[in-house]
């Protein structure tokens, strides 16, 4: 039920240069009356999701601090699969029909992964939602021990399904801590005293993130078709109602009166080679209606990290028209790389400064405004693109993130950490 995966090995101060010296003297410092302590990251996810890129580099980094830290998978075998995939999709703020057998599956899911998880450790983190239910498990067979548990997500648990929600309720008092990335995300009836607020972290040494050469990026994108010697507009998500691509081509367009040489490039990563995302892929094909100036990426084998990081890179102005719940990396990774972001209403307005690193726009006329005025002046373009890589780095790195992990794992064992 458990797979433990092998990150390759970390040094710190190689985040030196991104993150700055102070990060790495801080981190170092924090960590020291922690050295020896024994720490799982558990998620349901291996990779090409925020959250496995977020663990993969997290947990190599705190063993160079001197933590024994590991990372184990939790499996879904197939009998499980739709309850898992359903919840998540429930607490994502879409709606599903969660009856009785999805019930019943998602309980006895819970209960295999408590028979199987690893024991010995004292600190165990457990994220996203699909195996939340693990520490209450573990705590009904009696083998809980002295280990603490922590759950963590990065949804706007205020928009899960309230049929949902009733079922997890009960089993969250497990935890002694539960992190979201904004206390505002917390649902009305969690305990305030057990909430601990971790805006998101990003690994500015990661695969989406690392840095290119221009030649590399200009390779990348032309075998997409893709000129990079054009304004180029960039969404990147699921090709779904939830994150409203078919707004993104709406601006697109209307702008596109303003600024005819512009492109618009809509990626979803995640595709893959069956179901409902290559429905939406063909779906959407069928709306461009052959515009050669729109470019439609998706499938884990077409768009890999390095494409995206191309496009995200040789954007003028990044979209992101919606999301379902929560906080989106894809706003924080293209303000790292400087490019500004056109964001709609909600909470990704917390990951930008309005009028300085980006633009918050209500409808479909101010994000097409907005997206006309950004393709057509590249010197504002830059300008706040620059402010969102400064906001970045001082906000929203890994390091950063790190030290919110350090300080927490300090409270809940008693170290004097500072």
Not at 129 to 146: C, D, K
Not at 196 to 225: C, I, K, W, Y
């Amino acid at each position: 039920m458990f797979t433990l995966m092998r990150s390759p090995a970390r040094r710190l101060e190689s985040y030196a240069a991104p993150a700055g010296a102070g990060a790495v003297a801080r981190l170092r410092a924090l960590a020291a009356p922690l050295r020896g302590a024994r720490v799982l990251h558990v998620s349901f996810s291996p990779f090409l999701t925020a959250m496995a890129e977020l663990i993969g580099a997290v947990v190599p980094l705190l063993r160079d601090l001197g933590l024994e830290a590991d990372w184990q998978v939790a499996s879904c075998p197939e009998p499980y699969m739709h309850a898992a995939h359903e919840l998540y999709r429930g607490f994502s703020g879409r709606r599903v029909r969660w009856g009785p057998a999805l019930r019943e599956s998602w309980r006895r899911y819970g209960e295999e992964l408590a028979a199987a998880v690893p024991s010995g450790y004292d600190v165990v983190v457990v994220h996203e939602p699909q195996p939340v239910a693990l520490a209450a498990r573990v705590a009904e067979r009696g083998s809980a021990g002295s280990t603490r548990w922590v759950w963590h997500t990065q949804l706007d648990l205020r928009r899960t399904q309230p049929e949902v929600w009733n079922e997890v309720r009960g089993d969250l008092d497990a935890y002694a801590a539960i992190l979201l990335s904004s206390r505002a995300f917390a649902a009305p009836d969690l305990p305030a005293a057990r909430v601990v607020e971790m805006p998101p972290g990003l690994d500015p040494l990661g695969t989406r993130n690392a840095p290119l050469t221009s030649s590399e990026g200009r390779q990348t994108l032309a075998r997409h078709g893709i000129d990079t010697d054009r304004p180029l507009a960039l969404q990147v998500g699921p090709l779904d109602a939830a994150h409203d691509p078919l707004g993104a081509l709406r601006a697109f367009r209307e702008a596109k009166r303003f600024c005819p040489e512009a492109q618009l490039v809509l990626i979803e990563p995640l595709g893959s080679a069956g179901g409902d995302a290559w429905a939406r892929f063909e779906q959407m094909l069928r709306r461009i209606g052959g515009d050669p100036d729109i470019h439609v990426l998706a499938g884990v084998a077409e768009v890999g990290h390095l494409a995206l990081n191309a496009a995200q890179r040789a954007a003028r102005v990044v979209l992101q028209r919606a999301v379902p719940a929560g906080h989106p990396m894809t706003v924080l990774e293209a303000q790292w790389k400087a490019r500004p972001v056109i964001v709609g209403p909600g909470s990704m307005r917390d990951l930008i400064v309005p009028g300085e690193t980006g633009v918050v726009a209500d409808d479909d006329s101010q994000f097409a405004a907005a997206l006309a005025a950004l393709l057509r002046d590249s010197a504002l373009a830059d300008r706040m693109g620059a402010a969102g890589h400064t906001l970045v780095r001082e906000r929203f790195l890994i390091t950063r993130w790190i030290a919110d992990e350090l300080r927490l794992l300090a409270q809940l064992l008693g170290a004097s950490s500072g």
